[in-house]
């Protein structure tokens, strides 16, 4: 049983998406993250220890490469199609109650921001932690993030931005957001970003990377 969960945690480090994913070429013709997690749930695993036991282990050891300059976007993006293909045979048991997550993570590019890539990179990353994900897109106005944390009340937000010209942006949603949520934690990252930049604007943290955004997470529900 353990074998099979290493399996299915290492399958999912390495991106192997299913036996027919041609990646990594070292494990082509492999079960990958799908199958595994699916034999798993057949061989009467319980499906959080899935979770916890093999796929946040399997991105965490990802994402903490990536931290350290040793894997970089395509690996993290390949894991992270990797870790879908295994949530969605878990997913079920989220609405069913029989896995709990941790807590809800709402998450947007600023207004005037198109950019995705690292806004997607730490959803999957936060989704695969076993947080539930509200990903609001890209070029977010106030309204949008005021409305989903009204849904979702006791959410973490996290805001992206790319670009030194929307950095403004994102100090006008801070504000509107501490206006009508001031004790919600708000997690921000992007290029140009800093933890300076982060307690300028009232901001609760400043990641520069998936995996931070991730422990800063594990941290508040410690």
Not at 38 to 64: F, S, T, W
Not at 183 to 208: E, Q, R
Request: aromatic share 6%.
């Amino acid at each position: 049983m353990n074998e099979l969960l290493e399996k299915l945690s290492l399958a999912v480090e390495s991106g192997k998406i299913n036996k027919m994913s041609p990646y990594p070429p070292a494990m082509k013709g492999l079960d990958g993250a799908d199958e595994l997690c699916q034999q798993a749930l057949e061989a009467g695993i319980k499906p959080d220890v899935i979770l916890n036991d093999a796929l946040i282990p399997g991105m965490g050891r990802i994402g903490k490469k990536f931290s350290d300059g040793k894997a970089f976007v395509p690996e993290m993006l390949i894991a992270a199609k990797a870790m879908s293909a295994a949530l969605k045979h878990i997913k079920p048991f989220f609405t069913s109650g029989e896995v709990k997550r941790k807590g809800v993570f709402v998450i947007g590019t600023v207004m005037g921001d198109l950019h995705d890539i690292g806004k997607n990179l730490v959803a999957m990353m936060i989704e695969g932690s076993g947080w539930e994900v509200v990903d609001l897109g890209v070029d977010v106005k106030p309204e949008k993030f005021l409305e989903a944390i009204n849904q979702h009340p006791d959410c973490v937000i996290g805001l992206s931005a790319l670009l030194t010209t929307t950095m403004v942006n994102m100090e006008v949603i801070v504000k509107q957001i501490r206006a009508h949520y001031p004790d919600n934690k708000i997690l921000v990252g992007g290029a140009p970003l800093s933890h300076d930049f982060c307690k300028k604007i009232g901001a609760t943290f400043y990641s520069a990377d998936p995996q931070g955004a991730v422990e800063f997470l594990e941290r508040s529900v410690a």
